[in-house]
């Protein structure tokens, strides 16, 4: 015995088959068109049409099977038909843009197998030749029209941005000009002092700050050497936290190495390099 029943196929919402015909089902519904934007006479441009349908079903409950009547359609822009390269009716259309079509806004029809139809009205524009999508207009600095810098309206703070998870607001920390406390710089790195250097004989090295503010340190370091002495014994100011300077070194032939330490005691240390003396 065949019986109208209620199924669900993909996107699409099977309804009870009514004895009246389609006619007593709801019309589809147009749920998205992409893209929504093309250029005039783009060739070949492939258009998908998403949509919600409902269709009739036969349940054969003595067999167990289910036959759900939902056929195929066409698609429509303004009055030109669209050539169809695949129809599911569970609710994806992909059809090729008809040609002829001028600028602006054009309507797009959805008519299934069974007579019902959709119409997204505007679904489609079409821009003139050599013009592009345009995004919208943005103010001459391209900034946020807000009091202070990056962060909310209110609060005492600069940069701080505002954890919609908690509701607490969180400063971005201290700027370049900000002095420099504890921790901020956490090491020192030597650059390699490759070959071998003279006793009393200058050469150049460099040091870099580390840690979460080193791009902001512009303080001084003090030398000292693993043997003998280093002059100058300070170096400095560094600039955004690289120290570079000429040093000279009087000590015994032999291996040595460099140490740098700063004001709070964030240190750092050179590779090993031969030291000979003076001739």
């Known amino acids: 015995m065949m019986r109208a029943g209620l199924g669900v196929v993909g996107m699409a919402v099977l309804a009870w088959a009514c004895t009246g015909g389609p006619e007593s089902l709801p019309?589809?519904?147009?749920?998205?068109?992409?893209?929504?934007?093309?250029?005039?006479?783009?060739?070949?441009?492939?258009?998908?049409?998403?949509?919600?349908?409902?269709?009739?079903?036969?349940?054969?409950?003595?067999?167990?099977?289910?036959d759900a009547r939902m056929g195929s359609g066409r698609i429509w822009v303004d009055e030109k038909e669209a050539a169809v390269t695949h129809f599911d009716p569970a609710g994806l259309a992909i059809v090729t843009v008809p040609r002829g079509l001028g600028a602006?806004?054009?309507?797009?029809?959805?008519?299934?197998?069974?007579?019902?139809?959709?119409?997204?009205?505007?679904?489609?524009?079409?821009?003139?030749?050599?013009?592009?999508?345009?995004?919208?207009?943005?103010?001459?600095?391209?900034?946020?029209?807000?009091?202070?810098?990056?962060?909310?309206?209110?609060?005492?703070?600069?940069?701080?941005?505002?954890?919609?998870?908690?509701?607490?607001?969180?400063?971005?920390?201290?700027?370049?000009?900000?002095?420099?406390?504890?921790?901020?710089?956490?090491?020192?790195?030597?650059?390699?002092?490759?070959?071998?250097?003279?006793?009393?004989?200058?050469?150049?090295?460099?040091?870099?700050?580390?840690?979460?503010?080193?791009?902001h340190f512009k303080g001084s370091v003090e030398l000292y050497a693993s043997r003998g002495t280093v002059t100058p014994t300070k170096i400095g100011p560094c600039d955004n936290g690289v120290c570079s300077a000429s040093i000279v070194m009087d000590a015994p032939a032999g291996n040595v190495h460099l140490n740098a330490k700063d004001s709070f005691g964030a240190a750092g240390e050179s590779n090993t390099f031969r030291l000979e003396p003076y001739k």
């Open 27 to 66: 019309p589809p519904t147009i749920v998205g068109i992409e893209p929504a934007t093309l250029p005039v006479n783009a060739k070949d441009e492939a258009l998908t049409v998403r949509f919600d349908a409902r269709y009739s079903v036969a349940v054969d409950y003595g067999a167990e099977k289910v």
């Open 104 to 215: 602006g806004a054009h309507a797009v029809r959805l008519r299934l197998d069974d007579g019902r139809e959709a119409v997204a009205e505007e679904g489609l524009t079409l821009r003139p030749p050599g013009q592009g999508v345009v995004d919208p207009p943005i103010s001459e600095d391209a900034g946020v029209l807000i009091l202070t810098d990056a962060g909310p309206i209110y609060g005492d703070f600069d940069g701080g941005v505002d954890t919609s998870d908690g509701g607490e607001t969180v400063d971005a920390g201290p700027g370049p000009d900000d002095p420099m406390r504890e921790g901020d710089i956490t090491a020192f790195a030597f650059d390699a002092i490759e070959g071998t250097r003279m006793s009393r004989t200058s050469f150049a090295i460099t040091v870099r700050a580390q840690g979460p503010r080193a791009g």
